[in-house]
């Protein structure tokens, strides 16, 4: 199903697309920055209370609003006529990838919720690994919509 309106305005719907993307990855990748230096300062602290403000204004100020909106706009590109090839192995796989993206911002809101109650018991180690995670799934995501291998 397609829009055929939408045409008009692909331009335009993929620039929204773009910007929206780029705060949400900006913020994907700066999160569990944070949560590294988080475990590093003692619960209770002024250092740690500070972090409890940024995490929270990160997750709900930008990434959640740009998340949605990169959502909206690559919805809308979706039903723009001509985009999208159903059959095209690399929309599968960017779809597949922006999912476990989406299904990461989920996590990493338990995350939060467990360094605002005082209660991580994950190691500095887990965060380091975990800022890997979007990255590779970028990287894949940008190759696909660009280099459409397969
Ligand atoms: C959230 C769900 C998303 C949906 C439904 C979606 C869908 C789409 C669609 C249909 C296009 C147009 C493809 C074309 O014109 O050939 C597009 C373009 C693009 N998407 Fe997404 N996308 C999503 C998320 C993302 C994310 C998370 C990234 C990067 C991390 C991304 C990167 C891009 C880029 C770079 C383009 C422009 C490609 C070009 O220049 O033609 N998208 N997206």
Partial sequence: MT???LAAVYPWTKSLHVISLIAWMAGVFYLPRLFVYHCDVPRGSIESERFKVMERRLLKQIMLP???STWLFGILLVLTPGVIDWHAGWWHLKLLCVLLLTGFQGAMGKWRRDFLEDRNRRPQRFY???NEVPTVLMV???IMVIVKPF
């Fill in 128 to 130: 380091r690994i975990a």
């Fill in 3 to 5: 829009i055929g309106a």
């Fill in 66 to 68: 740009a998340m949605l």
């Fill in 140 to 142: 894949v995501i940008v």
